[in-house]
């Protein structure tokens, strides 16, 4: 294997299933494979069934890997807003070496030391987001290393999330035969790739609208200050759309996937398509105004219901406007009726990588970049377990079953086995 380092994504979502596999090199990423299947046995972005879903992770993986002739061993998971909560942290050491120049070690004592505080036993800690170290009272810094101080201080944001939503996920990517590398917050990775310096600072939300259900993530001052969901997507458009037309549920997803526009005053009239009638062998005709009106009310309900979420969240200024993604978010019209709804500057947010030019890809980039990203903080960015193994003589797939596939593994990083182990252990002891 070369000496760039590579990285691999599973975003499990409500309608679909991705995997992305990139490579970096000099800090740039190349996309060099995509799998990207329909999900099943996930229902508003908690699973429902594992074995479907198991089945749906495999599924897109074996795309992947067909995509590049490699084995994929470990993934970068990422956890939906849902059952998450955010709480601010704080951790003190002393800097342990002798000439008082702060290294990775320290970065991690520090990190362990915020990680000390009271929490629900039906929760576990996902990760720790810093918002500033604080060396010998100077703050501000964000990475302190090759510094010379006594004393280390981190501020942040420790994320927690639902003990049973966590070990649903994590037992699905094990039977899957893969094992997890990290786990991180999905709004949190988007917001990574999605959102420029200056968006983070002033104040922005990013509406990532999925199949089953709607996030929400709003960065400010460069940091993430909010995460919530509200339980609607793009199934239900296909749900409306099934019942306004009389069809059947594959047949909606194709029509709006090639016809819908949200946008009912930019709608065609002359854009005309048949419909089969469910339990019949006819067909209706409709028109791409016609489907608008039905989409337009859904849609415009879910921009509503995220105003509302925000004003929960007593959030109620946002500088930076709103920025779109998921996959609903490529639908035409979608920027219109939310800059008519929401009343801010409204962007839809598209990763510019050859392969995942779309917005239902900005999550699975977005996860590899702050994964890089939280690996060059900690010191680990060049010493990363290989996400797979070539195979140049025996291309043949190996069994995935969990058996064999854990075998095949080589080492991990030095916390992270402990800490995934130990998430297991409080089901499987």
Partial sequence: MSNNEYYVSLDIGSSSVK????????????????????????RKGSIVDI??????????????ERMTGLSIHNVIVGIPANHVALQPCHGVV??????KEIRDEDIARVLDAAQVMPMSPDREL???VPRQFIVDGLDEIKDPRGMIGVRLELEGTVVTGSKTMLHNILRC????GLEVADIFLQPLAAGTIALSKDEQDL??????????????????HGHLIAASTVPAGGEHITKDLSIGLRTTTDDAEKIKRK?????????????????????????????????????EVRMEEMFELVLNELKRLNIHDLPGGFVL?????????????????????????????????EPQYTTAVGLIKYAYKHAKLQGQADKQPSAFEEQHEYPQKKPRNTETSTKQQKPKQKNEEGRFKKLFGYFFE
């Fill in 126 to 128: 996902i990760n720790i």
């Fill in 19 to 42: 995997v992305v596999i990139a490579e970096l090199v000099h800090d740039s990423v190349n996309i060099i494979g995509v799998g990207n299947v329909e999900s099943e046995g996930i």
């Fill in 94 to 99: 002393a800097v342990s070496t002798e000439d």
């Fill in 325 to 357: 993604t998921g996959g609903s978010a490529a639908m035409p019209g979608v920027l219109e009726l939310g800059q008519a709804v929401l009343q801010n500057q409204v962007r839809v947010a598209v990763p510019d990588y050859i392969g995942v030019r």
């Fill in 203 to 220: 104040g922005t939300a990013i509406i990532d609208i999925g199949g089953g259900s709607t996030s929400i993530a709003v960065f400010e």
């Fill in 173 to 176: 990517v094990e039977k899957a």
């Fill in 259 to 295: 016809h819908g526009h949200a946008f009912y005053d930019y709608a065609s009239e002359d854009e005309v398509f048949s419909v089969p009638i469910i339990g019949s062998d006819q067909h209706q005709q409709f028109n791409q105004l016609e489907i608008s009106d039905i989409i």
């Fill in 51 to 64: 074995d479907e879903t198991v089945q749906s992770i495999q599924k897109a993986v074996d795309q992947a």
